[in-house]
């Protein structure tokens, strides 16, 4: 592995994004298989980023404004939906704690939905993965394997990510108070990316 390439692909995972958020969320308010669940989704999410990245689909992004605002602006509705949805919740967050209570589906459709409605991850990817390629190398299959290791880097910290969380819940979600004042930050920080993502230069 490119020793570079690892350590700079370690940094701009471990920096909280939308997928941290979430993965976060659901480790403190459900359980850790829930945790696990949403960095799965989470992972699924920048699949198509990536292939997008290693076929040159990118390219469109690039030439047609049109298509680039409509997938953002998709982007920007979901997450803003997801925060004023959590922001508003008066019920606090209720914990499950038998394996069997958690929503597979839901969970992981959530997780895919974040990262997969954000076009900027393709352009990143596009930008971001040739740096580290070798100019003897095959670019295709270089792509395909920095891809795989970037996909398998994103799981583990995501996962990390949440198991933490999950293990914090209890000590710091006794109280309806606290439940409800972490959902309001939770949702407060998804409106943030939002906004950050809707205002951004193309």
């Not at 404004?65 to 997450?79: C, D, H, K, Q, S």
């Not at 919740?89 to 954000?118: H, M, T, Y």
């Not at 390629?133 to 891809?147: K, L, T």
């Amino acid at each position: 592995m490119n020793i570079d390439f690892f350590i700079t692909s370690l940094i701009v995972i471990l920096v909280p994004g939308t997928g941290v958020i979430y993965t976060v969320s659901m480790g403190l308010t459900q359980n850790r298989k829930a945790a696990l669940i949403a960095a799965i989704g989470c992972t699924f999410g920048i699949v198509p980023h990536l292939l997008a990245g290693i076929v040159g689909v990118s390219a469109l992004m690039h030439t047609s404004a049109l298509f680039f605002r409509i997938i953002r602006y998709l982007g920007v509705a979901y997450l803003t939906y997801m925060g004023i949805g959590m922001i508003r919740s008066q019920a606090g967050l209720k914990f499950q704690e038998k394996i069997d209570e958690v929503q597979v589906f839901p969970i992981i459709r959530r997780g895919i939905l974040i990262n997969l409605l954000n076009p900027k991850l393709t352009l990143f990817f596009l930008s971001f993965l040739p740096q580290f390629i070798d100019g003897n190398s095959n670019y295709r299959e270089a792509m395909v394997f920095m891809s795989l290791q970037f996909m398998f880097m994103t799981l583990l910290v995501f996962i990390i990510y949440g198991l933490i969380a999950s293990y914090f819940r209890q000590v710091i979600t006794r109280s309806e108070s606290v439940t409800q004042w972490i959902h309001r930050c939770f949702g407060g920080a998804l409106l943030v990316f939002a906004a950050k993502l809707a205002f951004s230069d193309e």
